[in-house]
């Protein structure tokens, strides 16, 4: 799985995708191989860390993966300026076209709403701050579901942060099983 | 509160304080400003992310922190080079010391059971592996404790990725206020 990563994303929101993944990967059944990109060699986050991607963003082809995940993050820290870009909008089409699976934590579902590929579909996102990211996936012809995760077909869209290890583990559960699921959730102590 | 970042620290157990912590800088009622460090300039985390720490460790001052929280991490990702090492072990003395709340998670209590500031004091960390994590955290003088989460005086401890949310919201309530824990988890959306 490709891990897409916009200028401003949350440290949470990604760091889901790769403790659920990295623990299956080296103690689960079946591995799942993960690697992170982004536009720019390195990406300041909405909080504390500077992080360099793995995986120049021109290098990427969608053939290798199976699944795309993307993290939201906050707009004064510039999440909108990368998610927005034509390049990334372009990825998230490329994904769905293959009818791979296209994951989002919050307002990770923004930049899956403005390339077109959820309209007339149902997904949600981060539901406060008067309801303007919701408004604005509306006007992307989304379909807006008021629930904490919501999969249609090939994508999964949630709330906000408190939502991102569900997505991660649903993630995990599609491109492994649910007895994967259960043994990494032992190993990460969410289960006895 | 300083964020102190081993090689090899896992990317969820150090993202559950930066969006807690951030969540509240920006939106909470009592700000709480966080800065990152580490011993190198740049680390390798547990799983995809490298990262580069904010303050040079050189310039760390005890006297401008209130609490430290320590992420744990893999061996095998190198964790316990930095871990161990002793300006690592030293600065958690001085917290101790001036009785400055630590927080850890997972096996980010056995630098602080190596320091030996525990010595005597009750405190957990990871159980799985054959209990191997807590016969290390024994052979440093620590009364184990078969919990979740432990909480010797300025002291906490706990036993995996699972318990990070809870030792973060912990460290804010400590921290902050429950008025305000109990805003940041609304915002987050944990609750309505």
């Not at 120049?56 to 707009?75: L, Q, T």
């Not at 994951?103 to 309801?131: E, F, Q």
């Not at 807006?144 to 559960?173: H, W, Y």
């Amino acid at each position: 799985m490709l891990l897409l990563l916009a200028q401003g994303f949350e440290e949470y929101e990604a760091a889901v995708f790769t403790d659920v993944i990295g623990w299956s990967r080296v103690l689960g059944n079946e591995p799942v191989e993960m690697v992170t990109t982004a536009l720019k060699s390195e990406i300041k986050c909405t909080w504390n860390l500077k992080v360099r991607p793995e995986l120049d963003f021109d290098n990427v082809d969608v053939k290798d993966f199976d699944a795309i995940a993307i993290p939201g993050g906050f707009e004064d820290a510039g999440f909108y300026d990368d998610a927005y870009d034509e390049r990334f909008l372009n990825l998230i089409r490329e994904f769905d076209r293959e009818k791979k699976v296209i994951a989002s934590i919050c307002v990770g579902a923004l930049p899956i709403g403005k390339s077109g590929v959820l309209k007339g579909r149902k997904a949600t996102t981060y539901d406060l701050s008067n309801g303007v990211r919701r408004k604005q996936l509306v006007s992307f012809g989304v379909i807006i579901q008021d629930k904490q995760i919501v999969v249609d077909r090939n994508i999964i869209t949630s709330t906000g942060p408190a939502t991102g290890l569900d997505v991660a583990f649903k993630l995990l559960e599609i491109l492994t099983s649910n007895k994967n699921v259960d043994k990494i959730k032992k190993l990460m102590r969410f289960t006895i």
